[in-house]
């Protein structure tokens, strides 16, 4: 059987999604023996140059380098997976975006102030600089979604993004809805397909998904507002992984 052509690319992130494939690989280690890859972050500093069936980009793009990288990756990848909320919407990264004069001052103060800035003022989601086919959310992306994807690809299925919020798999696990124990949880405005973990064992959704594609934001922000939220900290929480931007 010839094995599809997989390659893992790493930008700018913590790199915590890299380990969801342990987890997907415990869980199903028959899909990772079928695969060839070709190309992993971790092990090789320069893409190889082959082309592949399938590219996997972690990490938001922050500078000249990693907005080459996806480029070169697009040209010869048939498939691209901007894979986790960094790669998708800017995520953790993108939280410096609001800012610019204060992270231009943060990096003088840590690095002084001979050593040039060479990161964009703006960390940015993949699909702002090339097409993507898929793109997996979550921080960390979630295991169970990993192992659906590449089994659907190796079916020769094209994956479906989740286009609910995660208040639809609390009702599907029957999660007791946090707002009737007076939290505030964004599962209502959050895209799903991550199961709702946090609401089931008591924390509130934080949006690690980002939008759902029909999330009413004035009306969460009333919501928020009437369980007594200020301004800066619902805006705060409802950008925390997008930057505001995306
Ligand atoms: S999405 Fe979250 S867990 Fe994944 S690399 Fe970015 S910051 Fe880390
Ligand atoms: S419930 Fe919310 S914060 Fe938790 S994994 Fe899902 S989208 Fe992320």
């Known amino acids: 059987m010839v094995k599809p052509k997989v390659a893992f690319f790493g930008m700018t992130s913590c790199k915590g999604c890299y380990f969801q494939l342990l987890l997907a690989n415990e869980k199903l280690p028959a899909i990772f023996e079928r695969l060839d890859i070709t190309d992993f972050w971790m092990l090789n500093e320069k893409p190889s140059g082959e082309d592949y069936d399938i590219a996997i980009i972690d990490g938001a793009v922050s500078n000249h380098e990693n907005a080459e990288l996806v480029r070169e990756v697009r040209k010869k990848a048939r498939y691209v997976i901007a894979y986790g909320s960094c790669a998708c919407l800017g995520g953790i990264p993108a939280l410096r975006n609001p800012g610019e004069k204060q992270h231009n001052a943060y990096h003088k103060m840590v690095y002084g102030k001979d050593i040039a800035i060479k990161s964009y003022p703006h960390a940015e989601p993949v699909h702002k600089h090339i097409h993507v086919d898929y793109m997996m959310f979550g921080c960390p992306v979630n295991e169970n979604e990993v192992v659906r994807v590449i089994t659907d690809l190796l079916l020769g299925k094209v994956p479906k993004e989740p286009d609910y919020p995660v208040c639809v798999e609390c009702k599907k696990n029957g999660t007791t809805c946090l707002f009737k124990k007076g939290e505030v949880c964004l599962g209502p405005v959050t895209r799903g397909g991550c199961g709702a973990p946090c609401p089931a064992i008591g924390t509130p959704c934080d949006g690690c998904r980002g939008p759902s594609p ?33």
């Open 214 to 246: 029909d999330a009413n934001m004035d009306e969460m922000r009333e919501i928020m507002k009437s369980h007594g939220m200020k301004k800066r900290e619902t805006e705060l929480m409802l950008t925390k992984y997008t930057g505001g931007d995306s």
